[in-house]
């Protein structure tokens, strides 16, 4: 068995995103006990495509990073839009397994994943 370590820090000066001190830090252990996967993948343009099967999983913890120079990346959760992330940006999440989970990106942009089964 493998233990993930995700942590993740949000922080704000007052007056900024709120009129006081935003300050939260959260970290959790979890464990990671089925098969994992990592990939990069440069888009072919095709909408809809399947780049994580239902089908290969249980319950899961997938990450996903937008590694284009200026392309949005749309990920779906079976056929519904499910994220719309701007260049750089990342996600982080729990998933059952339960619809495949699949890319809406234009020809020759790039993103990273990784998915490590508990």
Partial sequence: MATLTPTLTLTSAAGDAFSD???VSVT????????????????????????????????????IKNTSGSAALTILLGSA?????????????????NADIKYKQTAGQAFEFAVFEA
């Avoid at 990069?40 to 290969?56: C, E, L, N, W, Y």
């Avoid at 940006?89 to 397994?97: D, L, N, R, V």
């Fill in 21 to 23: 001190e935003f300050n």
């Fill in 28 to 63: 959790d252990s979890l464990a990671v006990t089925g098969q994992t996967e990592h990939g990069k993948i440069v888009s072919v343009g095709t909408s809809g495509t399947t780049f994580i099967p239902a089908a290969d999983y249980t319950k899961a913890y997938v990450y």
């Fill in 81 to 97: 839009e499910m994220l719309s992330m701007a260049t750089s940006e990342w996600t982080f999440f729990p998933w059952y397994g």
